[in-house]
């Protein structure tokens, strides 16, 4: 029978870590197959209801929230907003048609990969993290294909589901090859004095950002450069850390918007554990101290930032001990250049450059057997 162009429906988001993947594989689907069509269903009010029609794509929202645990009383309309998703979701795949169905985690991922699932769509899930969430796991059990990003993940899943293709990454993030001087204009840094970035996301990490406060004379007295990206609530704070320290070799930003070129410039990274930023580490091979943020859903940043310590591969420091530890474990890095060689090494196995790519070629063969069974109209 004729084959009609493929139809690929993407659910999740909520976060960066979950949104830039999902692009990154509807754009390497889209190289492999330009005629395919795709929907992206997200959550109403985050965004990724912005940032996927900046890159082209359409996408609808689902009235569905998470579990919120500091304030109780906001989870009194949850089971309503969870039973509309679900009847959403139902009308979505129904109406849509997909060959295929693909999650990247976040809320909209389980009611729309379940519908998908009941209507006999074939489901690809993709699991970032290192210890795979409750909602995938229970998908997993009727999901054709599970991308997973570390190693040993068949004690979460079937084995014979299992493929090893690591995290998309944003490919203009981790291309740094000739960067390294625009990098240090940019940010103003000075050759033969190693440079610390620290990073925590554009909300930047509570503990991340009052440990660097808290070592910033011993950083200063060892002539240390600091690039400290402190998200919104900590800069100004952080700003006045930095005076009162007579630091001027620490320049505190918001908001980094080209990581690509504080990554060229970073002898040593200071970061959280999200998926994406160690997958970014692990191209990158940029010696990391990994704080987890302790909040997280299931405690998985300390499984990432785990996978990578056990190995070798990055240095883990404790969120509630980063006050006491994080300087001095900048410091002892910093002046160990073994060291960092030897954790650039271990992280040689864990950098996987063509995810996206890996990820789409699994995507196609699943759509491909249903995208011949449709009839095109005369």
Request: proline share 6%.
């Amino acid at each position: 029978m004729p084959q009609q162009p493929l139809k690929v429906l993407i659910s999740g988001g909520g976060t960066g870590g979950h949104i830039f993947p999902a692009i990154a594989i509807a754009n390497a689907v889209k190289d492999k197959a330009p005629d395919t069509r795709f929907l992206f269903v997200g959550a109403e009010g985050k965004m990724e209801m912005e940032k996927v029609p900046a890159a082209g794509y359409e996408i609808t929202g689902l009235p569905i929230r998470g579990f919120q645990r500091k304030a109780l009383w906001k989870n009194v309309g949850l089971p309503w907003r969870v039973i509309q998703s679900m009847w959403k979701a139902r009308r979505i795949v129904r109406t849509f048609q997909p060959h295929v169905a693909v999650g990247v985690g976040g809320y909209a991922s389980g009611p729309v990969l379940a519908a998908a699932q009941r209507a006999k769509v074939p489901t690809l899930i993709q699991e970032q993290n290192s210890h795979a969430g409750a909602t995938n796991r229970m998908l997993a059990k009727r999901a054709n294909i599970i991308c997973v990003a570390y190693p040993g993940m068949d004690r979460y899943f079937p084995a014979e589901k299992i493929r090893l293709t690591g995290n998309p990454v944003r490919q203009d993030m981790v291309r740094l090859t000739g960067k390294r001087p625009r990098g240090m204009e940019h940010f103003q840094l000075r050759e033969g004095a190693p440079v610390v970035l620290v990073t925590g996301g554009s909300l930047g990490a509570r503990g991340i950002n009052h440990g660097i406060a808290a070592a910033l004379p011993q950083l200063r007295d060892q002539g240390v450069q600091l690039i400290w990206q402190t998200g919104t609530p900590f800069h100004a704070q952080a700003v006045e850390a930095v005076s009162n320290a007579g630091f001027a070799d620490a320049h505190v930003h918001e908001f980094i918007t080209r990581m690509d070129l504080a990554y060229a410039v970073a002898d040593v990274v200071v970061a959280r554990a999200g998926a994406i930023s160690v997958s970014e580490l692990c191209l990158t091979r940029l010696p990391s101290i990994l704080v987890p943020l302790p909040t997280a859903a299931e405690d998985h940043q300390t499984g990432n930032a785990r996978a990578l310590s056990d190995r070798g591969a990055a240095i883990l420091v404790k969120d509630a001990e980063a006050n006491e530890k994080l300087g001095s474990e900048i410091l002892r890095l910093v002046a160990d250049p073994g060291e960092r060689d030897r954790l650039r090494l271990a992280m040689e196995d864990l950098g996987m450059s063509n995810a996206a790519e890996a990820i789409a070629a699994e995507v196609i063969r699943l759509a491909l057997p249903s995208a011949t069974t449709i009839k095109t109209a005369a």
